[in-house]
Antibody, heavy 117, light 107 residues
Framework: QVRLVESGGGVVQPGGSLRLSCAAS????????MHWVRQAPGKGVEWVAF????????YYADSVEGRFTISRDNSQNMIYLQMNGLRREDSAVYFC??????????WGQGSLVTVAS | ENVLTQSPGTLYLSPGERATLSCRAS???????LAWYQQKPGQAPRLLIF???SRATGIPVRFSGSGSGTDFTLTISRLEPEDFAMYYC????????FGQGTTVAIK
């Protein structure tokens, strides 16, 4: 079955950087786009970024454009989110999710990122 | 940006009752590209409905979706104890946006 496992979260100071990883299994990874979605403590979910199946096209929410970079390694069934210039408002649980024609049909359990001094 | 507004914010109901959740879009959602998700505390969201009305694999028939254009509804015909949770709608007609969520709570 589909499995998505995020890692790389932690505590980082404002202005710092962090890279999240998501290991995928149970499906033909290079045939599907992938998303990052986040959820601040006690808040709703917010879409963050999307990468197409072969990684050619990438899209970002305005709130992270220019600071975050999504990438993937189809040889390793991995996606990544490089987060630079982190702000307190970036504190959240970050989920990776598999795309299915635009909706998100499988989600990981999330990785917590805390931006604090 | 296609802003999704969900109502009510919280719905207080008893097991066995019918739940009706609304999701209104600021712009037309083409091709009924709207999904619904359920989230329980400490868990990731789970896909319930896609294409406005198609149930995802393994989702019980008591969950149904309807609507088109800018107005969509998620209905839970008879609430089971495990259905008390947060529900989000999401449009994928133009980029991706989520509503702010509706909590279904026990009365």
């Amino acid at each position: 079955q589909v499995r998505l496992v995020e890692s790389g979260g932690g505590v980082v100071q404002p202005g710092g950087s962090l890279r999240l990883s998501c290991a995928a299994s149970g499906f033909t990874f290079n045939s599907f786009g992938m998303h990052w979605v986040r959820q601040a403590p006690g808040k709703g979910v917010e879409w963050v970024a999307f990468i197409q199946d072969v990684g050619r096209n990438k899209y970002y929410a305005d709130s992270v454009e220019g600071r975050f970079t999504i990438s993937r390694d189809n040889s390793q069934n991995m996606i990544y989110l490089q987060m630079n210039g982190l702000r307190r408002e970036d504190s959240a649980v970050y989920f990776c999710a598999k795309d299915a024609w635009g909706f998100l049909d499988h989600w990981g359990q999330g990785s917590l990122v805390t931006v604090a001094s | 940006e296609n802003v999704l507004t969900q109502s009510p914010g919280t719905l207080y109901l008893s097991p066995g009752e019918r739940a009706t959740l609304s999701c209104r879009a600021s712009h037309n959602v083409n091709n009924n590209n709207l999904a619904w998700y359920q989230q329980k505390p400490g868990q990731a969201p789970r896909l319930l409905i896609f294409g406005a009305s198609s149930r995802a694999t393994g989702i019980p028939v008591r969950f149904s979706g309807s609507g088109s254009g800018t107005d969509f509804t998620l209905t839970i015909s008879r609430l089971e104890p495990e259905d008390f949770a947060m529900y989000y709608c999401q449009q994928y007609s133009y980029w991706w946006t989520f509503g702010q969520g509706t909590t279904v709570a026990i009365k």
